[in-house]
């Protein structure tokens, strides 16, 4: 097994005074990519939020390591300076400000030097043209009025620039039409090949096709309840989450 | 619509705004702005019979006149030292050992030369802009355009213009500080723009303000003629410290038919200065007049242009952007007045308030009787940054014609958590993503600025956003 990047351990967390994550196991190691699949509400993005330290959720109990770090108790931005990334379910909206001035702020928070804008621009047009994004959204305010599926290309249009040593996609395929989906995979199978680590959060097996998925965890009520490689999507596909044992019921 | 705006208006807490109105009567007395200091400032400067009156009747009007009684408290404003303001043998020079600290560090951190600080804090002498600015004139002179300073245009080639227009906007009964200005009034800029001239390069008053004998009482006279065009900048982003902390200056625009001007601002008076400020344009027929605005500076600021659409077919559009930090209270806004027939009028204001900071905001929009087709739109965004600071939104509406389209829309919030997450989720420090976030709420108002008071302008709110 390769070795060890993100390790959940027994986490408990909650939201509001509702318990959502219930003792939560989880292992990423090096360049793998799991799937993480579960019913609406089970605790999918509330994992990732709380990966990434959503000051929303807090953890009662339990902790995240990241390359052997805790980093329970460190901050959003520190976590992603270290090389945390999430591609968010329902990314923000922020006027007044552009997609390509967002990047730039977080491409030199990420590296602490001051960037070489030429070469980031052109390294941007490539991955934008890699994911048939018109240039014109780099100068559009960071997300306001994108469509649902626009917003989560430029969501991978930022990992690929920030190329995180992990990401987590949050339903990364939802709302993306059939050819989005196919360049949206692509984008995901370049950032892989760099060695990198994914979480991929999902409803769909559309996404993973051409993906090596190493495994496949079934989240359920805050715990993942069941863990395979990659023909537990395809059952689950099939058959939804009854027959597991310990799923809620629909 | 009607129903919209009165959705949007706040009671005001009168208690809070109300003057007091025993401090008039030690004003009357102890003002002690007589005659003969009025007399000496008309020698001082060279008046002409005519601005010699001018000037002894706007001081009768100052001194019968009442405080208004509206709008927030300036009796911290202390009256008795206006004599010292306006004497013209008075050294209103301080040392630069005397200027506060924060203001020294906000030049630093703005960038400003050590050799252009002691000039903007008022404390030093003439310095390079100088010549800047005689570059500046000379190019426009060769297009036939007129940029000098109020002192020389009221004695010069073009003596019989001003006198035509000199306060004929803002006359000295409009109020209590404008008849002050009339009697006092001292510096600021006269343009004249030829028919059909197109300025390319907009006019920086910057240059003019840091030259010596700019006081807090200059006074800006813009005619631009049929057809021509005219970017005027007033200001500068450093904050202007003086030893005085009044400040009522008067800028009138006259823009004639088919002409267009552009009157941008960004204001950073000192902490402790009272801005009484009054601007007012008046525009003929096809012509525009737009503002753009920002206000970070000063005590307590009394600041709305005013915009008179008197010819068909005129229009403008204002906007506006308001940043009050800790003991601010910032009352800005914009007042138009639909005369003319198809006139139209844009008013986008913005308003931060943080620490403490309040700021109002009034509109007042006017449509006359024979004023059909009128179009007006006014929005207004307020972000509060914390529990503590202060937003108000006052509109007013006289709507004489029944043909007439007026919209009013007033929103007021905080920075949304779940954005700040966002930035920070890509590495962006907490303190980092409020204030981009805080910047790209005034980016409309930014983006109408020329680059470098742009990025003053964001510097600024950076500034403001550290001030915790
Ligand atoms: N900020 C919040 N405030 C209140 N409740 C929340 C919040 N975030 C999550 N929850 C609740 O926590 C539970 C888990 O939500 P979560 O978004 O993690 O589910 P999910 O597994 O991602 O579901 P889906 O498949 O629908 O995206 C839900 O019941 C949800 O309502
Ligand atoms: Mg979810």
């Known amino acids: 097994m390769s070795s060890e990047l993100l390790k959940v351990e027994k986490l408990f967390a909650t939201v509001e005074g509702t318990q959502i994550l219930n003792g939560l196991d989880l292992t990423v190691g090096e360049g793998e990519t799991h799937v993480i699949m579960g019913p609406n509400g089970a605790g999918k993005s509330t994992l990732g ?17 990241f390359d052997g770090q805790d980093i329970t108790a460190l901050k959003t931005d520190e976590r992603a300076r270290l090389g945390i990334f999430i591609s968010f379910q329902s990314p923000q909206e922020v006027p007044g400000i552009t997609l390509e001035q967002f990047m ?34 780099a100068g559009r305010d960071l997300n306001v009025g994108f469509s649902g599926g626009e917003k989560k290309k430029a969501e991978i249009l930022q990992m690929l620039m920030m190329n995180p040593r992990l990401a987590i996609l ?18 995901i199978r370049q950032f892989k090949k760099e060695g990198n680590s994914l979480i991929i959060i999902t409803h769909n097996a559309r996404i993973l096709e051409g993906l090596k998925v190493d495994y496949t965890h079934v989240l359920s009520k805050g715990r ?27 | 619509m009607e129903k919209d705006a009165k959705k949007c208006v706040r009671d005001v807490d009168h208690s809070l705004y109300d003057f007091r109105d025993e401090d008039n009567s030690s004003f009357k007395t102890s003002a002690g702005l007589t005659p003969e200091i009025v007399s000496q400032i008309s020698d001082e400067k060279h008046d002409p019979e005519w601005m010699r009156e001018f000037r002894q009747e706007s001081l009768k009007i100052y001194n019968g006149m009442k405080m208004s009684d509206w709008g927030p408290p300036i009796d911290g404003l202390n009256m008795d030292d206006i004599v010292t303001y306006v004497r013209p043998d008075t050294e209103m020079k301080g040392k630069w050992s005397e200027v506060p600290d924060d203001i020294k560090n906000t030049f630093e951190k703005l960038g400003i030369p050590e050799a252009e600080r002691k000039s903007l804090a ?3 002498a003439q310095y390079d802009s100088e010549v800047v600015y005689h570059n500046v004139r000379e ?33 000295p009964t409009d109020h209590k500080f404008a008849a002050l200005h009339g009697a006092v009034w001292s510096g600021g800029s006269f343009v ?119 010819g068909d077919h005129s229009r403008m559009e204002y906007t506006g952007i308001t940043f009050a930090g800790r003991d601010q209270q910032l009352d800005t806004g914009a007042k138009v007045a639909h005369v003319g027939k198809n006139t139209s009028s844009h008013i986008v204001a913005k308003s931060i308030s943080k620490s403490g900071g309040e700021c109002v905001f009034r ?59 966002y930035l920070m989720s890509r590495g962006i420090s907490e303190e980092d993503a409020r204030a981009m976030i805080v910047s790209g709420f005034a980016e409309p108002v930014a983006k109408e600025l020329p680059l470098e008071y742009a990025v003053e302008m964001n510097n600024l709110i950076k500034l403001e956003m550290d001030n915790g």
């Open chain 2, 363 to 421: 509109s007042s929009v006017t449509v006359g009787k024979a004023a059909s087709g009128t179009k007006s739109a006014v929005t207004c965004d307020s972000l509060m940054l914390d529990s503590e600071s202060r937003s108000d939104t006052i509109p007013a509406m006289d709507i004489r014609n029944d043909s007439a389209d007026i919209g009013h829309e007033a929103r007021i919030g905080r920075i949304s958590d779940d954005a700040v997450f």
């Open chain 2, 122 to 124: 008022g404390v030093g």
């Open chain 2, 192 to 310: 004249y723009v030829p028919p059909g001239v197109k300025v390319d390069i907009p006019l920086q008053s910057y240059f003019r303000l840091n030259a010596a004998g700019a006081g807090q009482f200059e006074h800006t006279l813009i005619i631009v003629d049929k057809g021509a065009y005219l970017h005027f900048i007033e200001g500068c982003s450093a904050p202007k410290y003086s030893v005085a902390n009044l400040h009522a200056g008067c800028v009138e625009l006259f823009v004639a038919e088919g002409a267009w001007l552009r009157y941008s601002t960004i204001e950073n008076w000192s902490k402790n200065m009272y801005n009484l400020n009054t601007k007012r344009s008046l525009i003929e027929k096809d012509g525009t007049m737009e503002w753009v605005s920002g206000s970070f500076g000063s005590h307590t600021s009394y600041l709305y242009p005013m915009t008179i659409l008197k």
């Open chain 1, 49 to 65: 939020n709380v990966i990434m330290g959503n000051p929303v959720y807090s953890v009662d109990s339990g902790h995240i390591y």
């Open chain 1, 104 to 137: 730039r702020a977080s491409r030199s928070a990420v590296t602490g030097k001051p960037l070489k804008v030429f070469a980031f621009q052109k390294e941007m047009k490539g991955v934008m043209e890699t994911l048939s994004m018109d240039h014109s959204y």
């Open chain 1, 170 to 187: 949050d339903e990364t395929d939802s709302g993306l039409d059939v050819d989005a989906v196919k360049v949206v995979s692509e984008g």
């Open chain 2, 139 to 171: 190019e426009v002179a060769a297009q036939g355009v007129v940029y000098t300073d109020m002192e020389s245009a009221i004695n010069g080639e073009y003596a019989d213009m001003v006198k035509e227009h000199f306060m004929k906007l803002v006359p």
């Open chain 1, 224 to 250: 993942i309840i069941k863990s395979g490689d990659s023909s537990l999507v395809d059952e689950i596909e099939r058959d939804g989450f009854k027959g597991i044992d310990g799923a809620e019921q629909e």
